[in-house]
């Protein structure tokens, strides 16, 4: 397998081609930004952990019928994946009220939901990836309406997945950001790692955060906190 052209240049991911045309290389970094790329910092060791968090999930979704991007890691930091039409639609999809959805309401960060609720983005830079609706995302040529609900079914299988695993570790899988995508045959099939960058994970007990908010807010300790995620995860993967 050779890396071949960079596909996608982000900051705590990179997508290169390979010598295979159906096939890409997510290289994960050390790099965390926030707030639009604003505030930056490396820690050392992140893009191991990511990666290693991001393949036993892979592997555990895979496990429970759910189908994802994910062929093998292939390197500490390089996980081997099928090439897609990716989807410009970010799902976020919230168990517990926290960060944007608690700023953008004016709602206490904690609060349970009797739901999941399921936000939509528009994965646009320039536009700093507005919230959209269904509508939208039809208007806009994003997705079909009968892509959509393929999109929402998996997300919540997804979470109905792991939530209760984290849960019966002691976290609390507060919200995770994932996109999909298309195969050629046109099936759409999860495109996006979860992992500590875009998922909150929080204590069950004392509610402490494990998660890229540490970083966001000055909290301190952030290669700990995902040490921590890429310990439970294996404690899930090795018990299942």
């Not at 991007?69 to 999809?93: A, G, N, W």
């Not at 500590?196 to 955060?209: K, T």
């Not at 494990?210 to 294996?234: N, P, T």
């Amino acid at each position: 397998m050779e890396k071949k052209e960079v596909i996608y240049n982000g900051e705590s991911v990179r997508i290169f081609g390979t010598d295979v045309p159906e096939e890409v290389l997510l290289c994960f970094t050390d790099n965390i930004t926030a707030f639009n790329k604003i505030k930056k910092a490396v820690i050392a060791g992140k893009g191991r952990l990511n990666a290693g968090i991001a393949a036993m999930i892979f592997r555990i979704l895979e496990g429970n019928g759910i189908r994802t991007h994910f062929i093998r890691q292939v390197s500490p930091t390089e996980l081997l994946c099928c090439r897609l039409d990716v989807i410009p639609i970010e799902i976020i999809v919230r168990n517990v009220i926290a960060g944007s959805m608690a700023a953008r309401l004016g709602l206490k960060e904690g609060i349970v939901p009797e739901e999941p609720v399921i936000d939509l983005c528009y994965k646009n830079d320039d536009l700093c990836d507005p919230l959209i609706n269904d509508c939208h995302a039809v208007a806009l040529g994003l997705a079909t309406a009968r892509e959509l609900e393929r999109i929402y079914g998996m997300s919540r299988r997804i979470n109905d997945v792991l939530k209760p695993l984290f849960a019966a570790k002691g976290i609390s899988l507060v919200d995770f950001k994932i996109e999909f995508g298309r195969l050629p045959s046109g099936e759409i099939i999860l495109a996006d790692e979860i992992t500590p960058d875009n998922a909150r994970f929080w204590d069950s007990e004392s509610g402490e955060r494990y998660d890229k908010d540490r970083f966001r807010r000055d909290m301190g300790k952030v290669g700990d906190a995902y040490r921590i995620i890429y310990d439970k995860v294996s404690e899930i993967a090795g018990s299942i």
